[in-house]
């Protein structure tokens, strides 16, 4: 099957300017996550959809980035206005079920370099 | 808050030689426990994960980890390293319980393989 897939795969922006990324999940997986991943860390979790929902968006600064899933399938992530700090690699996993404990997949990234 | 530590940021190991890396979480309730590795400019991939059951759990490329509850420990190994097992490896959990399943992933451990 195919995986999650993402683009652009890199994207270079200047400070203020906004950006948006592309995720299309595997297909019939209902939940989306988006995290970010700045360089020498883990992922953090930035949101989780269930469906065209959000279950938990609480680490999502709200003031900057948005993200949608309108049609239960493919997500974007916005950041607007972007900041130097926001430069990381943006991931978007899926998983059949929300459930704990399921296996997410991962697509290969967006690595957004702020200028 | 789920914590995750993972002991040294750089491991090198020679060709053939033992793999070890330390992962140790901080929850009085055992989460789920993921293991999961990132070669370069690609996202994460899942090597094994332990949900219930027998505690040595097998993994994908030789891997395998052993729960210790007692010691909140999920180290990974693998008897004989290969070249190709140079990358980066995410020790992750999640809540046993709660409604999302959010990936509290550690620092990560880069591995270096010497021939």
């Known amino acids: 099957e195919a995986g999650v897939a993402q683009s652009p795969r890199y994207k270079i922006i200047e400070k203020r300017q906004s950006v948006a990324f592309w995720c299309n999940p595997i297909?019939?997986?209902?939940?989306l996550y988006w995290y970010q991943q700045i360089l020498g860390q883990g992922p953090k979790l930035l949101i989780q959809f269930q469906n065209n929902g959000v279950v938990d968006d609480s680490q999502l600064p709200k003031d900057r980035f948005s993200a949608e899933r309108l049609k239960g399938v493919d997500s974007t992530l916005k950041i607007q206005p972007a900041k130097l700090e926001d430069s990381a690699v943006y991931l978007c996993?899926?998983?059949?079920?929300?459930?704990?404990?399921?296996?997410?997949?991962f697509g290969p990234g967006t690595r957004l370099l702020v200028l | 808050a789920q914590s995750v530590t993972q002991l040294g940021s750089h491991v090198s190991v020679s060709e053939g030689a033992l793999v070890l890396l330390r992962c140790n979480y901080s929850s009085s309730v055992p989460p789920y426990l993921f293991w999961y590795v990132q070669y370069p400019n690609q996202g994460l991939q899942l090597l094994l994960k332990y949900t219930t059951g027998a505690t040595l759990v097998k993994g994908i490329n030789g891997f395998e980890a052993e729960f210790k509850k007692s010691e909140t420990s999920f180290h990974l190994t693998k008897p004989s390293a290969h070249m190709s097992d140079a990358a980066e490896y995410f020790c992750?959990?999640?809540?046993?319980f709660g409604f999302g399943n959010v990936l509290h992933c550690g620092s990560g451990t880069q591995v270096i393989v010497l021939p």
């Open positions: 297909s019939g997986h209902a939940t």
């Open positions: 992750a959990v999640s809540d046993r």
């Open positions: 996993a899926s998983s059949s079920h929300q459930g704990a404990g399921e296996t997410q997949y």
